[in-house]
């Protein structure tokens, strides 16, 4: 389906429709995390998170970052970007339906993407957001 289509189906369809979308969030930095609070808020139906990262390993200066990515915070140095941001975000929201994906968008395939009714593409790194281009053809 157009994506005008899909949007339009879920301004009409309002709180019920928005109950029954899937939506990913790829990548959870500091837009991701934004991201993830605002629709934690909403009454969507079930968020997936997916991001590859570990936090603070593959960046020296990402621990750094913490002030824009409020999820996370020191402790949890080396874990799994994608599973802390959902323990976090049931802490603000336990009824939230969210699964946490630790895969890098490469290894993904194209059926994988298709099963959501939206994608938010929230990566920092420009490599993979370029080579994520390739998913606005679904």
């Known amino acids: 389906q157009p994506k005008s289509s899909r949007i339009a189906r879920l301004v009409h369809g309002g709180v019920?429709?928005?109950?029954?979308?899937?939506i990913l969030i790829v990548g959870v930095g500091g837009i991701g995390?934004?991201?993830l609070k605002v629709l934690s808020k909403s009454q969507v139906g079930q968020i997936h998170i997916l991001d590859m990262d570990h936090l603070g390993k593959s960046c020296s200066t990402q621990?750094?970052?913490?002030?824009?990515?409020?999820?996370?915070?020191t402790q949890h140095k080396g874990k799994s970007k994608a599973l802390v941001a959902r323990e976090s975000i049931l802490n603000l929201n336990p009824k939230l339906n969210?699964?946490?994906?630790?895969?890098n968008i490469k290894e993904l395939p194209i059926a994988f993407f298709k099963q959501f009714g939206f994608i938010v593409m929230a990566l920092?790194?420009?490599?993979?957001?370029?080579g994520s281009i390739n998913l606005g053809t679904m």
């Open 16 to 22: 019920d429709a928005l109950a029954r979308t899937k």
């Open 33 to 35: 995390c934004e991201v």
């Open 63 to 73: 621990l750094s970052n913490l002030n824009r990515q409020f999820l996370f915070k």
């Open 98 to 103: 969210i699964e946490a994906h630790h895969k």
């Open 124 to 130: 920092d790194n420009i490599e993979a957001r370029y």
